[in-house]
T-cell receptor, first 111, second 116 residues
Framework: TQLLEQSPQFLSIQEGENLTVYCNSS?????LQWYRQEPGEGPVLLVT?????EVKKLKRLTFQFGDARKDSSLHITAAQPGDTGLYLC???????????FGTGTRLKVLA | EAGVVQSPRYKIIEKKQPVAFWCNPI?????LYWYLQNLGQGPELLIR????????DSQLPKDRFSAERLKGVDSTLKIQPAELGDSAVYLC??????????????FGEGSRLTVL
């Protein structure tokens, strides 16, 4: 049973457009991560957020952790074809390292 | 430094046959995870080890799935007998656990199972 719901499930956009992916839960997480996965490979970590309201930027990617630590968002500015992939959020609760993954958002950026 | 190594990369078997997957984590990583991933979906946790101890196996279907991590290093995941619904990618990940600043999970490339 997935406890983290991501939206949208699929997203196809043109190069240069902006987009936001959401990760929502009814549970509180002590830390939340975002991963990107390409076909035939395992997920690769993009960022970890641990403080409610925290905002982190990684080049054109902006990550935000909700104040109540139940939700998060990933915003990509001026998307490029190289951003294509499956984006996954993952949360761990209670100070544990039991990471539960979200349902995933498949992004395709067209040139 | 070598990453997480999994084998085999691909396996095709008939239903009711047994299958085993092997994972070699990054050296020094005490925490090891097995996840199941269906196409286009997020990984689902099957079992988590801290050294050789299975600290979370609540999602492992114990009637047909088993796992072990002898000596707290390599791990194997076994399915016997396999069912059609077991077709998926089985991902192994490792992390430094409590000694990590980011809690980053390092994943292998996965073992893709097809049950016919």
């Amino acid at each position: 049973t997935q406890l983290l719901e991501q939206s949208p499930q699929f997203l196809s956009i043109q190069e240069g457009e902006n987009l936001t992916v959401y990760c929502n839960s009814s549970s509180v997480f002590s830390s939340l991560q975002w991963y990107r996965q390409e076909p035939g490979e395992g997920p690769v970590l993009l960022v970890t957020v641990v403080t409610g309201g925290e905002v982190k930027k990684l080049k054109r990617l902006t990550f935000q952790f909700g104040d109540a630590r139940k939700d998060s968002s990933l915003h990509i500015t001026a998307a490029q074809p190289g951003d294509t992939g499956l984006y996954l959020c993952a949360g761990a609760g209670g100070g544990t390292y039991k990471y539960i993954f979200g349902t995933g958002t498949r992004l395709k950026v067209l040139a | 430094e070598a990453g997480v190594v999994q084998s085999p990369r691909y396996k095709i078997i008939e239903k009711k046959q047994p299958v085993a997957f092997w994972c070699n984590p990054i050296s020094g990583h005490n925490t090891l995870y097995w996840y199941l991933q269906n196409l286009g979906q997020g990984p689902e946790l099957l079992i988590r080890y801290e050294n050789e101890e299975a600290v979370d196996d609540s999602q492992l279907p114990k009637d047909r799935f088993s796992a072990e991590r002898l000596k707290g290093v390599d791990s194997t995941l076994k399915i016997q007998p396999a069912e059609l619904g077991d077709s998926a990618v089985y991902l192994c990940a490792s992390s430094l656990g409590v000694t990590s600043n980011t809690g980053e999970l390092f994943f292998g490339e996965g073992s893709r199972l097809t049950v016919l």
